[in-house]
Structures are given as C-alpha cells and as structure tokens.
C-alpha cells in the first residue's frame, strides 16, 4: 500500500492554470477510474472535488477538472483564484479492495 | 444536511487503547460506506478503514498490523473505530467520511478528533 505519488508543491499566479499529477501503479490509478482528489484549508476537514477522475460533485466550480492516462491522473485548475490556495489530495481505490492517498501538493498562488 | 461529528479523542499513554465514535445524520446511513482517515500533524491524509453498509466488507490499511477494529451500529446511525496497543505514530485527526453512494470517493467529512499518543 505505497501512496500514491504527488509533488509537493505548486505554483501558480491568479489567472494562470495549474496540474497537478498523481502517479500510482496498475495496482490502483491504472486499473481503476476510482480516482478522486480533495482540497483542504488549514484546520479545516478536506472537501471532495473530482470523483471518478474527472466527475465534479454539484457545487464544485467548473476550474476544477480531473484527468487519467495510464498510471497517472492529473488534476487541473484553471484561472487560479487566491482561494484555490490549500493542499491537494488525491485517492484511489486498489486491487486490495483498500484506498490510497497521494501524500498531497501545496498550490501557493503568487 | 449531512453531518458526522466525531467524538472520543484524547490524550492516551503508548500501549493504551481508546475508542472514537462518529454520529451521523442527515442521511440514511444504512445505505452508505463509511471510513476513518487520519491525518497527523504536518502530515498527509493516510486512509484507515472502511466499512460497507451492513457491515459485510470491512477492509483496514496495512499498517495497522490488526490494532484497530472498526464497526457501526445502523440502528444508532454511529460508527466505531476500537484502537488498541497505540504508538506515538498514531498521533492524528482522525475524520470520519462517508462514501459516495456506489463509489469510492469520500463525499462527506467531520471535522475530526484529535488522538495524541504521549507519556
């Protein structure tokens, strides 16, 4: 149960868009479209915003989109806002009937 | 609205056991999975265990080497997490989250309970 593998940090300007990559194995991310990603505030619980690798949950604005080649997902987010500051997460559901997390990327928005 | 709220954190001793509880409403919990995440201080999420609606699957992260039980309680809308022989690596907010209905992702969160292994 390795997790999965994200950068750790991110930057961005307001207005500019950013990705975010999240490497697994085809014991996760390549074999599953069961990746999601999280966004969380300090002190503050994490929110789903993409699940099933690309799919938003109402309410979650249309910057956000999800993205999946082979072992790796992406997350995108367009026309960067001073509040998309936060860490990132994303999870995947394993061959071992487990889930998985990225250790998370921090987007600093300059 | 949907809401968990988690309850029983605390200070424990290493090899001590403590037992966190995670009140749910505003939906029907029996036809939901439910799981712990955990997060220490500075540190990533680390998923912990989940547990399907009528408790038939039940699946926990490697790493705990059979310390903790999870278990619910449909009739009182709650989930358990029973956490025993604790190590100062325990040390965490533990969430409590509820799975997208037929999926994975966590869709809802509580705030979480803070569990501090120290002597």
């Known amino acids: 149960q390795s997790a999965l593998t994200q950068p750790a940090s991110v930057s961005g300007s307001p207005g500019q868009s950013i990705t975010i990559s999240c490497t697994g194995t085809?014991?996760?991310?390549?074999?599953?479209?069961?990746v999601s990603w999280y966004q969380q505030h300090p002190g503050k619980p994490p929110k789903l915003i993409i699940y099933?690798?690309?799919s938003r949950p109402s309410g979650v604005s249309n910057r956000f989109s999800g993205s999946k080649s082979g072992n790796t997902a992406s997350l995108t987010i367009s026309g960067l806002q001073a509040e998309d500051e936060a860490d990132y997460y994303c999870?995947?559901?394993?061959?071992?009937?487990?889930?998985?997390f990225g250790g998370g990327t921090k987007l600093t928005v300059l | 609205e949907v809401q968990l709220v988690e309850s029983g954190g605390g200070l424990v001793k290493p090899g001590g056991s403590l037992r966190l509880s995670c009140a749910a409403s505003?939906?029907?919990?029996?036809?939901?999975?439910i799981s712990w995440v955990r997060q220490a201080p500075g540190k990533g999420l680390e998923w912990v265990s989940s547990?399907?609606?009528?408790?038939?699957?039940?699946h926990y992260a490697d790493s705990l080497k059979g310390r903790f039980t999870i278990s619910r309680d449909n009739a009182k809308n709650s989930l358990s997490l029973q956490m025993n022989s604790l190590r100062a690596e325990d040390t965490a907010v533990y969430y409590c989250?509820?799975?997208?209905?037929?999926?994975?992702?966590?869709?809802?969160w509580g705030q979480g309970a803070l569990v501090t292994v120290s002597s």
């Open positions: 999870s995947s559901y394993t061959i071992s009937s487990t889930r998985v």
């Open positions: 547990i399907s609606s009528t408790s038939t699957y039940i």
């Open positions: 505003g939906f029907t919990f029996t036809t939901y999975s």
């Open positions: 099933d690798v690309s």
């Open positions: 085809s014991s996760d991310v390549g074999t599953y479209d069961y």
């Open positions: 989250a509820r799975d997208r209905y037929g999926d994975y992702a966590f869709d809802w």
